[in-house]
Structures are given as C-alpha cells and as structure tokens.
C-alpha cells in the first residue's frame, strides 16, 4: 500500500474510534485561567504545578538569559554549545539534589533515550514497571539489551524476574504520570540492593512536587542519591520551563558524556532557558509555601471528590485521576465540563491501558479554593 494511502487509512480508524487528537489553541495562559477562543476556562490540565512558568522571576531570568548568552546555544555541548549558563544551571543542580554530576539534555524524551541506550551492555536486561511513560517503553523496545516489564508496582513479580536476571536495571516513574502514585521505595530500593540491580529514575512529575526544597518523590520518601543509578526529570513540569537532566554519579555522568548520542550529536539547551530553569530551581529551592498550598488543594480536592463519591485513585500528589473507564463517556464528560468553563482532558488509550479512559485532574498552586470547589460541583452534577 502507498504510504499516504495508509496514512489515510489510519487517521481515518484513530477518528472512528474516538482517539484523534487535536491541539486546543491557547490564545492566553494565565495558570489556573486558560483563554480559548475568546473565552476563558478554569485550567485542570496542566504540568505547571508551582507555578513557576509565569512566575515574574523566572521570566525575568530568561529574558535576562537571552540578553546575556542568546536564544540558541549554537551547537552540541561538545562543540560550542555549553555556555556559562549550562555551568551555572549545573552547579544549582549539584548543590539541589546532593548529586555529583549533572547532563543536560533538550527534552525528557531524549534523556530516557539516552539512559537506556547508553546504559545497559548487550547481557544486561531492563524491566519496566508496566505503566512507565511512553518515552521509557520506546527507549527500551530499541535499547541494545532484552527488557520486559512488570505489572505496576508488583514487588513479587519484580523480585521473581530479578531472581532470573543477572545484570538487571529497574526503570520506574518517581510519581506515575497517569496515576499520580510512587513506588513502595522501600521494597524497590531493598530488592534492586539484594539482586544489585540499577535503578534508573524518572521524577518528571515528583521533581518540584515533592520532599524537602522539592528535590523528589525518592527524597520525600528518604532514599540516599546513592541509591538511585541514574535519575532523570524535566525541565517542563513544576519548574516551568523545558529541557531535561540525567543526575547520578561522576563515573556513571562522565559516562553519558562519552558516549550518550543523544547528548553528543544534538543541539544543547538555549542558554536563556539554562539561566531561567537556574532562577526555577532557586525559586522552586526557596519558596516552601508554593508547596503547601498545593498540598492544601490536593487534600480539599480528595476530600471534596470523597463526598461526591467520584472514583479516585489512591494518589497524594498533583495528579489526581478521576476514572471514567469508557473512551466515549470520558470525552463526553470533557465537552461538558467545557461547556461549564472548566478545561480538563479526557485521557485515553493508549496513554491509558484500554478502559483506562480518565480525567486527569492535575493541581496547582495557583488555584484557589474555590476554582476546586467549582470542580467538584460541576463533576457532581454531571456524575
Ligand atoms: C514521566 C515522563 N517522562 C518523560 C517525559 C518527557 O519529557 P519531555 O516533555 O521533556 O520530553 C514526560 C512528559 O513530558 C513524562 O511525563
């Protein structure tokens, strides 16, 4: 078949089973208020947890940034593409997360490539908690080694293909990206111990979020950095700008450095964005209050959603899905809430296991009591 032939084709069977996408056009984000088409929603969407994407400081530094070192970083880190802005962004994340050494890297989506490409030898074998982020499972189904995977957050079934795997690295989600729940950090870090297993992390969605100064799911939960082989988050979620970062040992970041290809052959992070993710994590390091009032909403959310009797998930972070099941009701249950002013996603296959249909309700610090409480009334009227 010609290629546009199926092209067609499968575009055509994505809209007959209610799993085109679209990108909705934001003609103004303000945090908790997104502005559509002349109109304005009450924003339950988002990655932006603290806030920081529009915090003044933040977009101040990145002006600052590309007055002082430019837009573009001119070329691969190796070449001429590490300023003094990747140096400064690195050392606050040394001194942040108490890690020796820290790459910087364009997208999250890269960096799982680059861990798991980089980092097992063709003997070695990966297993994947099963609800681990697409990037994550597209990196291990082309990575130089055998994966499998494990069903999420099942320590007997880990402990059980750990026993037959010599050479094993445990790849998990600090705080699930669809779920909003961690890992039992204990059982996990004590079986990758016992089968000396590495553990590679990813905190996208704890980083900022979660522990003291908001370095992570694993600090809140009192894991050492020596525990942790690799650890990776972005840039584009609490901490409001984009790129990423692989933290982890001077031999193992010396490593990557070496021969990571997604590190060596690609454009580095704009050094603007480098100088105002600098001022994130500053503010982010600081600013405990933004934390507290994100815990504050998360515990009016779950306890508002309780009397309503809508399905939660057992999360106690930012990401609070309310399952639907069914894709078509999920959708519907969108459009409406749409209609009442309230911008809220339906998740669907196959981001979502099938009959995984949700709406991924994520928190922030900047909304207010009341905007939760809107939520809520309008989910229970249409319950
Ligand atoms: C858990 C997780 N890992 C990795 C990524 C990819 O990061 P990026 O958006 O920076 O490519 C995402 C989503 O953005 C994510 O949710």
């Known amino acids: 078949m010609h290629a546009s032939s199926r092209f067609r084709q499968a575009i055509a069977e994505r809209q007959q089973a209610q799993l085109y996408r679209q990108s909705a056009l934001i003609e103004q984000y303000q945090g908790r208020l997104l502005q559509l088409a002349g109109r304005s929603y009450l924003n ?13 400081e933040v977009t101040a530094a990145l002006a600052d940034g590309a007055l002082r070192f430019g837009c573009g970083s001119s070329g691969s880190p190796v070449l001429t ?12 994340m040394r001194d942040w997360l108490q890690m020796d050494d820290v790459l910087l890297l364009s997208s999250g989506f890269s960096a799982n490539q680059l861990l798991l490409h980089t980092l097992p030898a063709a003997q070695d074998h990966l297993l994947l908690d099963k609800l681990c982020h697409a990037s994550l499972i597209d990196a291990a189904l082309t990575a130089p080694c055998s994966y499998s995977r494990f069903v999420h957050q099942d320590y007997v079934a880990l402990g059980n293909k750990l026993s037959d795997q010599a050479n094993a690295w445990v790849v998990t989600e600090g705080v699930f ?6 890992p039992d950090w204990s059982r996990l870090t004590e079986l990758c111990h016992q089968h000396q297993a590495g553990l590679i992390l990813d905190d996208a969605h704890g980083l900022g ?3 003291e100064q908001g370095r992570g799911s694993w600090a809140d939960a009192g894991v050492a950095p020596q525990q942790i082989s690799a650890l990776m988050a972005n840039f584009g979620k609490a901490l409001g700008g984009q790129g990423a970062f692989v933290a982890g040992s001077q031999l193992l970041i010396d ?19 480098c100088w ?3 001022t994130a994590v500053q503010v982010c390091r600081r600013e405990q209050w933004r934390r507290d009032k994100l815990a504050e909403h998360i515990a009016l959310f779950r306890a508002l959603a309780r009397q309503a009797d809508l399905p939660l998930l057992p999360s106690a972070t930012a990401i609070q899905p309310v399952l639907v099941g069914d894709t078509n009701k999920a959708l519907v249950l969108s459009e409406q809430l749409k209609q009442q002013g309230i911008w809220l996603a339906a998740i669907r296959p196959p981001t979502v296991p099938r009959h995984g249909a949700r709406l991924r309700v994520t928190l922030s610090a900047q909304h207010e009591a009341k905007d939760i409480q809107q939520l809520i009334n309008v989910l229970r009227s249409l319950w």
């Open 177 to 182: 990206s669809m779920d909003g729940d961690s």
């Open 81 to 92: 593409g590490f300023h003094y802005a990747h140096q400064a962004l690195t050392d606050e």
């Open 255 to 273: 490593y990557l450095r070496q021969f990571g290809r997604h590190y060596v052959y690609s454009t580095a992070m704009s050094p603007a964005m």
């Open 44 to 56: 339950f969407s988002g990655n932006d947890y603290l806030g920081l994407a529009q915090s003044t």
């Open 209 to 211: 979020q979660c522990g």
């Open 276 to 278: 105002a993710m600098r």
